[in-house]
């Protein structure tokens, strides 16, 4: 899908990663007192300030945010660019799957 129709791949790429992050952030809010928050990117920065996730991931996360964005709002992606991009968010969603799976062993 990615290749066939960059813009299209890379907005489910981006919903996928917005469902599991919005998951473990509803888990981190059922553990400590979190805001609401309007977007994305405010959850991840609270998921990484209280140790839910990795600085490191944290920023991949919020790099194939921006990336993603910028291709939903027309900004031409070349399809190698653009399966690359979705080789690196399956990475980074196995990693955030991996941690909603450990949800409990939080230390908070």
Do not use: C
């Not at 190698?80 to 980074?92: F, W």
């Amino acid at each position: 899908m990615v290749v066939q129709d960059p813009q299209v791949g890379l907005a489910n790429v981006r919903g996928q990663l917005q469902f599991t992050i919005e998951a473990l952030y509803r888990v981190a809010s059922s553990k400590l007192e979190a805001p609401k928050t309007s977007g994305p990117e405010r959850m991840v920065d609270f998921l990484r300030r209280h140790e839910f996730i990795q600085p490191a991931l944290a920023e991949s996360v919020r790099n194939i945010l921006r990336l993603t964005n910028r291709a939903a709002h027309g900004e031409r992606v070349e399809p190698e660019d653009a399966e690359d991009l979705a080789k690196v968010a399956v990475s980074v969603l196995m990693e955030l799957d991996y941690a909603l799976s450990r949800k409990g062993s939080h230390p908070n």
